[in-house]
């Protein structure tokens, strides 16, 4: 297949759009607060809240999905109403709110916490992805170096926050680490409000829309998107409290999807109902990848925490920190990937994204490899070596450098256009039940039927090598179905180079 090479208009020039180092700004730090709780939240719930391993995992599982899922209602609304710009500040406002429950020193505020960031994010995080994307042009040769550069802020602010959150969240107390993550927020938006005329009015609302506008009562659109997330919040926390029927929920919002994507992939001409189902095959295995990756911040850091040796020279390294290790891993090999790529490109020789999936999954699976042999290397009291966990974390971080970058820029190429964002919010919904399935496997496999004694270590061990053991052949498995499903495809991914 012979590539065009398009040249850059002499107007663009090489470098970035100014609006690239805000947004990267604002997710960075956006993300700060996210990983900082994340890094906290199953340690705080099993050994603060003392709730069992069963529904730690049932609470993360389902906290982890909804924030996943709750950007294709924020994607949605600031498309039609509210914008990309407002949608972000009122996303900041209320996840920043959300971090402040937390930091109050209630077990009750916890789940009112969580509520808050599910909303915020749900404004927040599709919109900031999307609202870079309106700085490139059709064919703007700096686009994908533009969102490289933006998936290391991602990265940055998820190595940074475990580090800083962890380690006061350790020291001085839960709700202090809470709070700390919530400083990142307001951070990110400070960011935002110092250089809102850098964003040189994109992402405004749609023209006929006028979120002022007086609908009676004291009404008008803004302020019901306003009242409508103060509901929402309340929702969400009543859901996390009834966390073993939200499942079942998740499932059917989950088929009302499907079938609209597909009556959509119906109603369109032959090429773009192709590019649709082909996407929605990728979406598949891209769950997949994550319901094996997102095992990082519940089961490994369980695992980290009961049976890893954390010492160094006799200095015991706070738990949280190995959260920081995937994401350093990304932002270092990030380069090199990139590297590989542009090299193979330039013989045509670059893998089509099934072969790139299919690779990406393979190295999940040995990642799990890598724990199952720490497991069966352990000491009688249960402890293995921190190598095997950062062997582990390495595999991860190179599949997750194989699969997620690529499943971005696979969207915007293959959807029709006037479906971009709507598919952006399918492929988001992937993610969200990959951290279901995650959560649901962790449960399945490795919490223990009757609680453990603590003394049971090897019993405890057990637990986590069949979770391990599943995961390291499912993935293993999706990797030979990427592949032997890759023939199939792709001519399609040829027509949209
Ligand atoms: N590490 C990525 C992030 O936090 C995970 C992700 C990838 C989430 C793709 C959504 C979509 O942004």
Redesign the pocket.
């Known amino acids: 297949m012979k590539k065009v090479f398009v040249e850059v208009p002499k107007h663009l020039g090489t470098s970035q759009p100014k609006a690239l180092y805000i947004l990267f700004f604002a997710e960075l730090w956006e993300?700060f607060s996210?990983?900082g709780m994340r890094a906290l939240l199953i340690l705080y719930m099993t050994s603060e809240l003392l709730f069992n391993d069963t529904k730690a995992y049932n609470i993360y599982g389902i906290y982890t999905a909804l924030v996943?899922a709750a950007p294709v209602i924020g994607g949605y609304l600031a498309d039609n109403y509210l914008g990309n710009r407002n949608a972000i500040f009122l996303g900041g406002v209320i996840i920043t709110l959300g971090h402040c429950c937390l930091a109050l020193p209630f077990k009750e505020s916890l789940f009112y916490g969580l509520a808050f960031i599910i909303v915020g994010t749900g404004f927040f995080?599709a919109n900031v992805t999307s609202l870079l994307g309106q700085f490139y042009e059709k064919g703007d040769v700096r686009r994908d170096a533009g969102f490289t550069l933006f998936y290391m802020g991602?990265?940055l602010g998820?190595c940074l926050a475990p580090l800083v959150c962890g380690y006061i969240g350790k020291k001085l107390g839960w709700h202090y680490g809470f709070g700390t993550a919530g400083i990142g927020m307001l951070l990110g938006m400070v960011v935002l409000l110092r250089s809102a005329q850098t964003l040189e009015g994109a992402g405004s609302p749609p023209a006929k829309i006028n979120l002022k506008q007086p609908l009676g009562g004291g009404l008008t659109p803004y302020r019901l998107v306003v009242i409508g997330s103060i509901l929402s919040v309340a929702l969400f926390s009543l859901c996390l409290n009834f966390y073993h029927v939200m499942g079942h929920f998740l499932n059917i919002f989950g088929i009302i999807s499907l079938v609209w994507v597909l009556g959509i992939a119906y109603r369109c001409e032959r090429d773009d109902r192709k590019a649709i189902l082909t996407l929605l095959v990728m979406f598949l295995f891209f769950m997949i990848f994550?319901a094996g990756y997102e095992q990082a911040g519940s089961s490994i850091n369980l695992f980290t925490d009961r049976h890893v040796d954390r010492f160094l020279f006799g200095w015991e390294i706070p738990v949280p920190w190995f959260q920081s290790i995937p994401?350093f891993f990304v932002i270092t090999m990030a380069p090199l990937f990139s590297a590989i790529w542009m090299k193979l490109g330039r013989r045509n020789l670059e893998p089509l994204p099934p072969t790139k999936f299919g690779l990406g999954l393979l190295q999940s699976g040995l990642g799990f490899g890598c724990l199952l042999i720490g497991i069966k290397t352990a000491d009688t009291q249960g402890v293995t070596s921190a190598i095997w966990l950062i062997l582990a974390y390495f595999f991860h971080a190179s599949g997750?450098l194989s699969i997620?970058p690529v499943?971005?820029s696979m969207v915007t190429k293959l959807s029709p256009p006037r479906f971009v964002s709507f598919m952006m919010g399918i492929?988001?919904l992937s993610?969200s039940f990959g951290n279901y399935l995650a959560a649901l496997v962790a449960r399945i496999f490795g919490a223990p039927e009757q609680p453990l004694q603590t003394s049971d270590k090897l019993g405890s061990l057990q637990c986590f090598s069949h979770t391990y053991e599943f995961l390291a052949y499912f993935l293993l498995i999706a990797s030979i179905a990427m592949f032997l499903i890759s023939p199939f495809i792709r001519k399609v991914f040829e027509k949209h180079l």
Do not use: H, M, Q, T
Request: glycine share 6%; hydrophobic share 45%; aromatic share 30%.
């Open positions: 993300r996210f990983y996943y995080k991602i990265n998820a994550w994401p997750e997620s499943g971005l492929l988001f993610v």
